[in-house]
């Protein structure tokens, strides 16, 4: 090739006019309901709704507008005056829909009326919310429950998530997914079997303290906005940053706060990392084990001062052979996996044994690969080797995704019992809760395939378009005896259905949720352990929708017999009663609850390591010493690609708002392979060919995607990005995080096939 081709790239910062442009496209596309402005300007603040979007912190002391582009869509999103009503679907047939892109599904607008599946029209039909409730506890009643899912998507209350995983066990099982399962559970199962808490141990105001900030896979820019804020605040004095990440994210290199008119004016924003290193993907264990012989040989260097030893002795196990493993890990071995050069890695670590105060930050970027454990315990490893776990202005910080996903888990939604105070609910609804291991959503794909899954419930969510593998369990999915679906819009995953199947609108967070006493309030809990109340005021987008507690609620009581402690109605018409029954069984981290939740910046529910209270089986923290450097099983060869899925700065997950990932300068189109010029050169690809990907997993399966225009793009040798979920098809199944078995989208192993 003679002139290699130009990457794409976007030349400005994050932030700035371009994410207010983005946030007017969308007002315009969804034709936002009068008003939707007063709606933002409470979004996140005590009184008003939390934001549906990202689980980053609500700060204390609010901006006034404590949004971002991307929260704005959100809510936006949801306030659309589109309906997607009977006659919608009286139009369309079920299979007709499944030819209809994710974006233009959901751009239908808010579901109106609960609707059953036909299936000798192939139509939905509305029905009553009685028939609905009736069918589904009938269906239930005559199954084993065993065979039934519970899924939640990461958005519903703490109020829902509670009664929604009291149902679960006293109909009889734990099968409790959430969409944690496909994101952080793997930091759950790590940080857990460390450090004794399933959660990250820092909390906002370490922002205001930290002296440096390593960042690994989390595209703070797009996924997390309202980070940037800190994050600026913190280089303004002195905080220095320094990422890792195969893609020069722009929201890591620069932001224009679009709240400050001088960087609004002149376009100057603040650099963000000092240092940015774009390691190959599953490159993070070599790259942290190369940070962490640099601590090593420093800390000889200055005579053994450098390495908290008084820490390490008190507080951890296993630092002896972490070191020997670091000893006998050469640096070629640390340069070929982690694709950087001795000399950038030896910079970084200078960052990092200069600061005084250290925060880890990541992301899906070390979640979501088959050794994802590892790449967690890694940094756990570099953290604690200078005490930064337990002290304030350090710790470790998972950015975690949907907005209650992290509650969720706290209030009972776990397929783990040994995570779920059942003793407890034991005594307080006097029923013999079910105490065996429930299925992770891989093993429910596993369960649909092998027919020992026989109902779904869809608490929220996408499960079948966020799932690795869906063609092969898209078929599989209607062989179930029901399926239920609680969404706010239509989405491919309401296109599969089992024999009996439901399809039941809801209200969504901003709008107001009118019960027997009054307006009622919900709570969420954000990345920093930290509970908001959230109250939406807006007129509902039909009248014929019900609150998320009143639908599982109205299951629960069609497929349960009575029993007197259990009192579905009194609790849809009242939830702060529900509020008083978590103060119950949670008590040391919830007591006092209803007294709590409109403490501004939210009540804290504590953290035992943010103590140096380690809940481990040994009682302290613990060091890792892993057995491999490669996040992945797969062996390099000729051909064979590292597919990272990504999501573009214009979806929410599945949502997809439009086709702009401004950030990336990737515009108007999604069916893209991101390669480097160098890769392109070398398999004789040119820019715009159009090519197919297949999977490479050696099982058999036939994985593959047509029709995908290659884009050259600066990435390290050997990694290609996609985009999610378009490319979910690709993995397979059995390509999770060994320890949690979150499906690995990352390093995913493809071949490219170019049109003979
Ligand atoms: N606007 C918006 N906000 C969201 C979401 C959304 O879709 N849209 N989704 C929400 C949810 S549920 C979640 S979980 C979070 C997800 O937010 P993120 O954790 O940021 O997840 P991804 O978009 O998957 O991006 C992963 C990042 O990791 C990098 N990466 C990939 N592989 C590797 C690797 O091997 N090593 C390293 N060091 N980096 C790697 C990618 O380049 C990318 O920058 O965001 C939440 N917030
Ligand atoms: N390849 C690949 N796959 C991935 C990922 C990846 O990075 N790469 N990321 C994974 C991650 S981190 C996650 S979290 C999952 C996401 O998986 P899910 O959480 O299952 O999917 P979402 O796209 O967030 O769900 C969107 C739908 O939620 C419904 N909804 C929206 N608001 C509400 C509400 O208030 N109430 C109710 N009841 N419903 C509502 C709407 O109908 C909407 O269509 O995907 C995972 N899959
Ligand atoms: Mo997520």
Redesign the pocket.
């Known amino acids: 090739m003679a002139n290699p081709p130009e990457t794409v790239e976007y030349d400005s910062a994050t932030g700035g006019w371009g994410s207010l442009r983005g946030m007017g496209d969308i007002a315009l596309s969804e034709k936002s309901s009068p008003g939707a402005l007063n709606t933002l300007r409470s979004q996140n603040k005590t009184g008003g709704f939390m934001c549906t979007?990202?689980?980053?912190g609500k700060p204390k002391h609010p901006h006034a507008f404590e949004f971002?582009?991307?929260?704005a869509?959100?809510t936006l999103w949801e306030l659309t005056t589109h309906r997607c009503t009977p006659d919608f679907f009286a139009k369309h047939s079920v299979t007709e829909l499944r030819g209809w892109s994710d974006h233009d599904l959901e751009q239908e607008g808010r579901l109106t009326h609960p609707m059953r599946y036909d299936a000798a029209s192939d139509h939905y039909v509305p029905c009553s919310w009685e028939e609905a409730f009736f069918a589904i506890g009938a269906e239930l009643q005559a199954i084993d429950p065993k065979s039934a899912i519970f899924y939640a998507s990461?958005r519903a209350s703490l109020e829902t998530s509670y009664v929604y995983a009291l149902f679960a066990r006293l109909y009889g099982h734990n099968n409790l997914p959430d969409?944690s399962n496909?994101?952080?559970e793997t930091t759950s199962v790590t940080l857990n079997a460390l450090i004794g808490s399933p959660v990250g141990t820092c909390i906002l105001d370490d922002f205001e303290e930290c002296d440096a900030i390593f960042?690994?896979?989390?595209?703070?820019g797009?996924?997390?906005?309202r980070f940037l804020h800190p994050l600026q605040k913190a280089i303004e004095r002195g905080c220095k940053v320094v990422?890792?990440?195969?893609?020069r994210?722009k929201g890591?290199i620069e932001f224009i706060n679009p709240q400050r008119p001088t960087q609004m004016l002149t376009g100057n924003g603040t650099p963000i990392s000092c240092q940015y290193?774009q390691?190959?993907?599953?490159?993070?264990i070599a790259?942290i084990m190369g940070l962490c012989k640099y601590v090593f040989a420093e800390d000889e260097r200055r005579g053994g001062t450098l390495i908290d030893r008084a820490f390490v002795n008190e507080h951890c196990l296993g630092f002896d052979s972490f070191r020997a493993k670091a000893d006998a890990t050469t640096w070629d071995r640390i340069e070929q996996e982690s694709g950087l050069s001795r000399a950038d890695i030896e910079q970084a670590g200078r960052v990092y044994v200069e600061a005084e105060r250290v925060i880890g930050v990541?992301?899906?970027?070390?979640?979501?690969?088959v050794h994802g454990f590892e790449?967690i315990a890694m940094l756990l490893n570099l953290l604690l080797m200078r005490g930064h776990i337990g002290r304030s202005g350090a710790g470790i910080c998972p950015?975690?995704?949907?907005s209650n996903?992290q509650g969720q888990r706290t209030v009972g939604i776990s397929e783990k019992p040994e995570l779920v105070p059942l003793d407890a609910l034991a005594a307080q609804f006097d029923f013999d809760p079910p105490r065996d291991t429930g299925r992770t959503t891989v093993e429910v794909c596993e369960g649909v395939l092998d027919e020992t899954v026989q109902a779904f419930i869809g608490l929220g969510g996408n499960f079948l378009r966020a799932i690795p593998d869906q063609a092969r369990i898209e078929p599989a999915w209607e062989r179930m005896r029901l399926t239920v679906q609680i969404a706010t819009k239509l989405n491919r995953g309401h296109l599969f259905n089992g024999k009996t199947a439901y399809l039941l609108p809801c209200l969504g967070r901003s709008e107001e949720d009118m019960q027997a006493g009054g307006p009622q309030t919900v709570t969420i809990e954000d990345s920093f352990s930290h509970i908001h109340a959230s109250i939406g005021h807006r007129t509902p987008a039909s009248e014929h929708l019900k609150s998320e507690m009143a639908i599982v609620a109205g299951i629960a009581k069609a497929t349960l017999a009575p029993n007197p402690k259990v009192r579905w109605d009194a609790w849809t018409g009242d939830y702060s009663l529900v509020r008083d029954l978590i103060a119950e069984t949670y008590h040391e981290e919830f007591h006092d609850m209803n007294a709590r939740i409109f403490e501004p910046g939210g009540f804290y529910r504590g953290n035992g390591a943010r103590e140096r209270i380690w809940k481990t089986k040994t009682g302290k923290a613990q060091f890792t010493a892993p057995a491999m450097l490669a996040?992945t099983d797969v062996a390099d060869v000729d051909g064979r690609y590292?597919l990272?899925?990504?999501?573009?700065?214009?979806?929410?997950?599945?949502?997809i708002y439009g086709y702009s990932d401004r950030l990336r300068g990737i515009e108007g189109k999604r069916d893209v392979i991101l390669i480097n010029p160098a890769d392109m050169a070398a398999a004789g690809l040119s820019e715009g060919q159009r090519v197919a990907l297949v999977g490479d997993a050696g099982d058999g399966h036939v994985r593959r995607i047509d029709n995908l225009e290659i884009v050259p793009f600066d990435l390290p040798n050997g990694?290609i990005?996609g985009y999610?979920p378009e490319l979910n098809p690709l993995i397979a199944l059995h390509h999770y995080d060994r320890n949690s078995k979150t499906p690995a989208?990352?390093?995913v192993p493809v071949g490219i096939e170019a049109a003979p």
Not at 53 to 56: D, E, F, G, Y
Not at 68 to 71: I, L
Not at 243 to 247: A, D, H, W
């Open positions: 979007s990202c689980a980053w971002c582009e991307n929260g869509k959100a990461g969409s496909m994101c952080h960042f690994f896979g989390q595209n703070t797009t996924n997390s906005p990422t890792f990440n195969p893609i994210e890591l290193l390691v190959r993907a599953g490159g993070d790259a990541y992301g899906m970027g070390l979640t979501q690969h790449n950015v975690r995704g949907h996903v996040a590292r990272v899925t990504v999501r573009s700065n214009d979806q929410f997950n599945t949502t990694t990005v999610y989208s990352k390093a």
